[in-house]
């Protein structure tokens, strides 16, 4: 079964810091990637997602991931944090069972931005 | 285009009573699936439907079941709530449900069970 382990439960950094949120998978096939995003009391919202093709990753808000597959990673980060990007992130790997597809999420990952 | 629909938002209900969720899914898309979420848990899969078939499920009990309708509008139920089961319920649409296009997901509906 594929699995995703989000290292470090909670993040903090300075605004206008780099913001480096840390996700490793396991899949023994190509897999799908996945960074989400949520705010209290909201559903997740997409950052980005890696399929196929180019393994530097653009998304919403600034955001960027590398498909790393010879380290099994996929860390997320962002050139300068701003206030707004306080949330819970969340790396998901969409995996295929033999009875069909489901995404496997990490624990999350907490990111607190300071002034 | 309008996003993923979950309703109700919030949700209160006594323990041994049943509840219903319900999710209407981007237009065009066919896949449906649902994720409960707790502090203790996280995000855990609990079923997707696509074209109006089960095509996986999670590792919950059977009191937890659903179904989805030619228009693609699925519907969770819960039996026999238990205390246990309070959470957040997230519904996420896809076109195919593989990921290659994403999923897209709803606001949630609270569930409390008191």
């Given at each position: 079964?594929?699995?995703?382990?989000?290292l470090?439960?909670?993040?903090?950094?300075?605004?206008?810091?780099?913001?480096?949120?840390?996700?490793?998978?396991?899949?023994?096939?190509?897999?799908?990637?996945?960074?989400?995003?949520q705010?209290?009391?909201?559903g997740?919202?997409?950052?980005?997602k890696?399929?196929t093709?180019?393994?530097l990753?653009?998304?919403?808000?600034?955001?960027?991931?590398?498909?790393?597959?010879?380290?099994?990673?996929?860390?997320?980060?962002?050139p300068?944090?701003?206030?707004?990007?306080?949330?819970?992130?969340?790396?998901?790997?969409s995996?295929?069972?033999?009875?069909?597809?489901?995404?496997?999420?990490?624990?999350?990952?907490s990111?607190?931005?300071?002034? | 285009k309008?996003?993923?629909t979950?309703?109700?938002?919030?949700l209160?209900?006594?323990?041994?009573?049943?509840?219903?969720?319900?999710?209407?899914?981007?237009?065009g898309?066919?896949?449906?699936?649902?994720?409960?979420?707790?502090?203790?848990?996280?995000?855990q899969?609990?079923?997707?439907?696509?074209?109006?078939?089960?095509?996986?499920?999670?590792?919950?009990?059977?009191?937890?079941?659903?179904?989805?309708f030619?228009?693609?509008?699925?519907?969770?139920?819960?039996?026999?709530?238990?205390?246990g089961d309070?959470?957040?319920?997230?519904c996420?649409?896809?076109?195919d449900?593989?990921?290659?296009y994403?999923?897209?997901?709803?606001?949630?509906?609270?569930?409390?069970?008191?």
């Amino acid at each position: 079964a594929q699995s995703v382990t989000q290292l470090g439960s909670h993040v903090s950094v300075s605004e206008g810091a780099l913001v480096l949120l840390r996700c490793n998978y396991s899949s023994s096939v190509p897999p799908y990637l996945f960074w989400y995003v949520q705010y209290p009391n909201q559903g997740l919202q997409l950052l980005l997602k890696y399929t196929t093709g180019a393994t530097l990753v653009k998304g919403i808000n600034g955001f960027e991931a590398e498909f790393k597959k010879s380290e099994t990673s996929f860390h997320l980060t962002k050139p300068s944090a701003h206030m707004s990007d306080a949330a819970e992130y969340f790396c998901a790997v969409s995996s295929n069972s033999n009875s069909g597809y489901a995404l496997n999420f990490g624990k999350g990952t907490s990111l607190l931005v300071t002034p | 285009k309008a996003g993923v629909t979950q309703t109700p938002r919030y949700l209160i209900k006594t323990r041994g009573q049943q509840v219903t969720l319900s999710c209407s899914p981007i237009s065009g898309h066919r896949s449906v699936s649902w994720y409960q979420q707790t502090p203790g848990q996280g995000l855990q899969f609990l079923f997707e439907y696509f074209s109006e078939t089960q095509r996986n499920k999670g590792n919950f009990p059977g009191r937890f079941s659903g179904r989805q309708f030619s228009n693609s509008r699925s519907e969770m139920n819960v039996s026999t709530l238990e205390l246990g089961d309070s959470a957040l319920y997230l519904c996420a649409s896809s076109l195919d449900g593989q990921g290659r296009y994403g999923y897209t997901f709803g606001s949630g509906t609270r569930l409390t069970v008191v």
